[in-house]
């Protein structure tokens, strides 16, 4: 059973705090991802990677960075955590031109 | 970059049809589409490629109209577990770069 595995469902953070989510996948995938979602604005893509330590910006990297030292994982940093950024956070990784596997989400409130 | 997706939303009685639509205005390569119920993740429905086909999944296809940079998911004699929203994911350059649309929330009644 292929999984995507995010390392906390919920997370509750002080405006100003460093916040690393996790991404783990088992299906040797080259491609990864993070999304945000927010209601109404559908999927928006912060970052993607296509190969260990490779990384291109998405729709909205701002206020992020990430993180592939190793191909199954793929962290999303909030270098100084924001409200704005308080949302839900969506991990996926894919083979190239196939579906996408997504984890369950991290639902982050910044406080 | 995002697509555009249409309607935003749709109210179905069970075994109606609907159409959703994905626009993007820029050449695609491929467009995915998926769906996720309330409080789980997105799970993957089909994946069209550059070339014009159309893909079905049971009561479930979809076209890609390369010129027109459109893609149609066609829903057919709707059930109760079709509920739902529903993505596009669209990728320009073959690389997975996918972007998503905002979705349409499709809600199937008795």
């Known amino acids: 059973d292929v999984k995507v595995t995010q390392s906390s469902r919920y997370l509750v953070k002080r405006t100003g705090e460093k916040v690393f989510l996790e991404c783990v996948q088992d299906?040797?995938?080259?491609?990864m991802f993070w999304y945000r979602q927010d209601p109404g604005l559908g999927l928006r893509l912060i970052y993607f990677s296509y190969d260990v330590k490779m990384k291109e910006k998405g729709d909205i990297p701002e206020g992020y960075s990430v993180s592939r030292e190793k191909k199954e994982r793929f962290s999303l940093i909030l270098e100084s955590a924001s409200t704005n950024q308080t949302s839900m956070y969506l991990c996926a990784s894919s083979a190239l031109n196939a579906e996408a596997f997504f984890g369950q989400g991290t639902r982050l409130t910044v406080v | 970059q995002q697509p555009v997706q249409s309607p935003q939303a749709v109210i179905l009685r069970e075994g109606e049809d609907a159409v959703i639509n994905c626009s993007s205005s820029k050449a695609l390569y491929s467009v995915h589409w998926y769906r996720q119920k309330h409080g789980e993740a997105p799970v993957f429905l089909m994946i069209l490629l550059k070339g014009g086909e159309q893909k079905g999944h049971d009561k479930i296809s979809a076209s890609f109209n390369e010129k027109k940079q459109q893609s149609s998911l066609y829903l057919t004699a709707s059930q109760l577990s079709y509920s739902g929203t529903y993505f596009c994911g669209t990728d320009l350059y073959n690389n997975n770069d996918m972007r998503f649309g905002a979705g349409t929330r499709l809600t199937v009644k008795p």
């Open positions: 299906m040797d995938h080259e491609n």
